[in-house]
């Protein structure tokens, strides 16, 4: 509307007893219903943002003068000042970020069904990969969106934070933790989501974005959140976050089942209240560059033997530099040893896959070829500009169940 309004309406020409500074004069947004202040000032920055607005003011001195005014509704300005925003968003496919989220579930098709029409609302954010196992329980979606700038280049908005936080919240409605079982571990029903920059974005726009949803998740939803690697403010690792809350213990004979910990948490939350909801539990939520998951199965039900080769490949068990590993129950008739590279340039699944086979040659144990959960990060670009340009939107979901 306020373009076919620059196109159609002069502002040279234009009278009236009515004070105005441009042919759209004032673009106000208001929340209604569940939405909060600093999502629609979001919003509002994105419209402000819009080069195709911007672009349709033209170069000539009739049109100079014309500026859109928007709100600002910040925290940092409860007064609720105006504010001038004049921003460039940037290109759809330059500035990319991706979110891997994490939901205990994969057996409950209706409520995964749930989660997944809430992640296709927005055709700006796309689900690149679903990656389902039912023996863990758990599933994981990852999500790619652009995220925009304003002209000092501090990141202003990206649609995947509305689209996660309506994944979030659609996992909390259809999923009660006290119900879950599986064989892997996890702290709640949305139990970890990482944010990753690819592209041209940095660590720090993905940090920034790990800490707004944080902030839905923790203060809107009252779910208690930790935050980790670039979002927390001492760069607090993923895995010592983990030991601390007891995530590595099973509770039942090797699976994790229901809610295991004290509901008044032992170490204060990040944010959010200090009170564990057993139905939902808590998230665990950060930025960091890219890592891969690339799990080995073992043709044995020995959990003890799989554990000691998990243990041996990682390097807190003196393995492998920068490969973080877990012994799990995968099935009635395997094993599997369960592994983050964090730095995969560094230590590669061919080095984890010839560990694992030298070890469990030494248990007596046969071992099946390894496999990834994920795409790598310029496949997901790949698949995400295509998506894009071809106009799919949400049907870009590619799917892998164990």
């Not at 923790?218 to 010592?240: C, I, M, S, W």
């Not at 010839?354 to 007596?364: M, T």
């Not at 795409?375 to 071809?390: A, W």
Request: charged share 20%; hydrophobic share 40%.
């Amino acid at each position: 509307m306020a373009k076919a309004a620059f196109e159609s309406i002069d502002f040279e020409s234009h009278s009236g007893s009515h004070h105005r500074l441009g042919v759209v004069n004032h673009i106000f947004f208001l929340s209604l219903a569940q939405t909060s202040l600093d999502q629609v000032a979001q919003i509002a920055k994105v419209v402000a943002a819009d080069s195709k607005l911007q672009g349709g003011l033209g170069t000539s001195a009739k049109r100079s003068r014309q500026r859109i005014r928007a709100m600002d509704f910040s925290p940092s300005s409860n007064d609720m000042k105006k504010k001038s925003i004049t921003a460039t968003m940037i290109t759809k496919q330059s500035m990319l970020l991706c979110c891997k989220l994490y939901i205990s579930e994969s057996r409950n098709t209706e409520a995964m069904e749930t989660v997944e029409r809430a992640g296709g609302l927005d055709p700006e954010t796309v689900i690149i990969k679903k990656f389902e196992d039912r023996d863990y329980n758990r599933v994981r979606y990852t999500l790619v969106s652009y995220v925009a700038h304003d002209t000092t280049g501090n990141a202003v908005y990206s649609p995947l934070q509305q689209t996660v936080i309506a994944m979030v919240e659609a996992a909390y409605e259809s999923i009660n933790l006290e119900l879950h079982s599986g064989a892997h571990p996890r702290l709640g029903v949305v139990d970890h989501i990482c944010f990753h920059p690819l592209s041209r974005a940095s660590l720090d726009e993905a940090a920034w974005l790990a800490k707004l949803v944080a902030t839905d998740i923790g203060n809107r939803l009252q779910v208690p959140v930790y935050l980790y690697e670039a979002a927390h403010p001492t760069g607090k690792a993923l895995d010592t976050i983990r030991r601390e809350l007891g995530y590595f213990r099973p509770n039942s004979m090797g699976q994790w089942v229901g809610w295991a910990l004290p509901e008044i948490l032992p170490h204060i939350p990040d944010v959010g209240p200090t009170q564990v909801s057993r139905d939902r539990g808590i998230a665990v939520i950060g930025a960091s560059p890219w890592y891969v998951t690339y799990n080995v199965p073992l043709m044995s039900t020995d959990l003890s033997a799989a554990r000691k080769i998990a243990r041996l490949v990682s390097e807190r068990g003196g393995g492998l530099p920068t490969v973080q590993s877990l012994g799990l129950v995968h099935g009635e008739q395997s094993t599997e040893v369960s592994c983050i590279l964090l730095e995969p340039d560094r230590v590669g699944a061919d080095r984890v896959q010839s560990q694992v086979e030298i070890l469990a040659a030494q248990e007596g144990l046969d071992v099946e070829k390894g496999y990834f959960t994920d795409f790598s990060p310029e496949m997901i670009v790949e698949t995400y500009r295509k998506l894009v340009s071809g106009g799919e939107g949400k049907h870009g979901l590619m799917k892998l169940s164990i």
